[in-house]
């Protein structure tokens, strides 16, 4: 029993292993990918009209990405890449700096999150026939923990990187901007991903990057915490 075991757990093994994702799924995370590092250029940007600039670039990119999201099939990922679509274009309107990498930042959320369908998509949709599942149900399940442990470890990782521009552009925020202004920014993003974290059914992926964002944010209120009262006592 034990060897049949073992000679199904290859068989099953060399199946997942051969398995490619579709052209038209692998283009669209390709450009997905150009969107989100776009994005965090307008994000990093301290120049409203800068910022603006890789906005549009992010916008033309998710036109252009249109086709392959349709031919890859992914529904999920065409609802959060056109939600961002619109959070893209709302920050192409706004008047502050400040209002601009709010919407940037949702638009980054909705971005990653996007990725993240088209990168799990395939994953979900087996491609094995279904006697060879029904043999062995239970190795199966134990593969597919694997793959999604693995899938997660590497959307954090993603994540953990998208983020880096978005402490970088906070740090620019509080040692440019006065105290007011600066603690109000941090502010908004905090209580924003304070109520996201708050909604069900949220992917591992917007669970993650909200969690995280919020931490920076937190940790930015805490820096600012006192600057206020410091500006009083100076006067």
């Known amino acids: 029993m034990e060897k049949c075991t073992i000679v199904l757990c290859a068989l099953f093994s060399c199946l997942l292993s051969s398995y490619k994702p579709s052209p038209a799924c692998e283009y669209a995370g390709s450009n997905i990918g150009f969107v989100k590092s776009q994005t965090e ?6 120049n409203i009209n800068l910022a603006r600039y890789y906005t549009y670039k992010a916008l033309n990119a998710i036109v252009k990405s249109r086709q392959q999201l349709s031919e890859c099939g992914c529904e999920h990922a065409v609802l959060n890449i056109e939600e961002g679509f619109d959070n893209l274009k709302r920050a192409t309107r706004t008047t502050t700096l400040s209002a601009t990498k709010i919407l940037l930042n949702r638009a980054l959320e909705n971005t990653l999150e996007g990725l993240e369908a088209v990168l799990t998509y395939e994953a979900h949709e087996s491609p094995y026939p279904s006697d060879v599942l029904v043999m062995n149900t239970k190795m199966a399940k134990k593969k597919r923990i694997i793959l999604k442990d693995t899938d997660i470890n590497a959307l954090r990782k993603k994540i953990d990187m998208s983020l880096v521009n978005y402490q970088k552009s906070l740090d620019n925020v509080i040692n440019s901007v006065d105290c007011k202004e600066a603690k ?18 949220l992917t591992e992926g917007k669970k993650y990057y ?3 964002t919020k931490q920076i944010s937190a940790a930015a209120l805490k820096r600012l915490g006192g600057c206020e009262d410091q500006l009083l006592s100076s006067k």
């Open 41 to 46: 250029k307008a994000i990093a940007m301290e």
């Open 210 to 212: 909200n969690l995280k």
């Open 184 to 201: 109000a920014f941090a502010k908004k993003i905090h209580d924003h991903c304070e109520q996201q974290l708050l909604k069900p059914n």
